[in-house]
Structures are given as C-alpha cells and as structure tokens.
C-alpha cells in the first residue's frame, strides 16, 4: 500500500514536500515514481527514482524546482517541491513498481498507486 501526503494550498513562489510511504509489506520497489493529475489533464511524470540509489529522473516542466528522494529505513520516497507555480497545481500520486520494466515516465510501467494528495498553487 502506498499512502500520499504532503499536499495543500500554496501560495505561487512556495514550497512544499510530497511524502509516500510504502506500508504493508506490499512489494518491494525497485522504482518509485511521483505523478500529477490536473483537472481535465492527463496524468503526467513528475519524477522517479531507483530504489537501490542513483537512477533520478525529473520532468522537464518540473526541472531545477523539483527533486525526488528516499529514506529506505523508513520506507518513503519524498518530491520536494520549490519555486511552485499555478500550473503545478494537481493531484499528485505516488508509484511503485517491483521490476525495471518499461520507461520511468510511462504510468504503465507502476503496478502499485496510491490515493495522491492534492496540491493547490493559487494567490
């Protein structure tokens, strides 16, 4: 199971931290991944890391402001989020995936989802 937190209503120049943490013995991971969803959009890659360390990959539209990490100890993979702006305004889902197949930025290749937490960028 993967549980989402984090999300909130930020003004634009603000910063948030998106946590997900992995529970319940689910899967072990060998990628994680952070998505977003805007109203009307499509699901679209925010960033995705290797569980096993290295291996970070973040989305052009996102790059220089975003960044991924994980805790293995604690089982949780976080997005740090700087410099927000009113496009980035979605709801963010984390994903996991036991195996390296597939591309990083394609949903398909994350078997496990969580619930996301919404992200709101507004003055």
């Known amino acids: 199971q993967l549980q989402a937190s984090g999300g909130g209503l930020v003004h634009p120049g603000g910063s948030l931290r998106l946590s997900c943490v992995i529970s319940g013995g689910t899967f072990s991971p060998s990628r994680m991944g952070w998505f977003r969803q805007a109203p009307g959009k499509e699901r679209e890659f925010v960033a995705s890391i290797r569980w096993s360390g290295g291996g970070t990959y973040v989305a052009d539209s996102v790059k220089g402001r975003f960044s991924i990490s994980r805790d293995n100890a604690k089982n949780t993979v976080y997005v740090q989020m700087n410099s927000l702006k009113s496009e980035d305004t979605a709801v963010y889902h984390c994903?996991?995936?036991?195996?390296?197949?597939?591309?990083?930025?394609?949903?398909?290749?994350?078997?496990?989802w969580g619930r996301g937490t919404l992200v709101t960028v507004s003055s």
């Open positions: 994903a996991g995936t036991p195996q390296y197949s597939g591309a990083y930025y394609d949903p398909m290749s994350y078997a496990h």
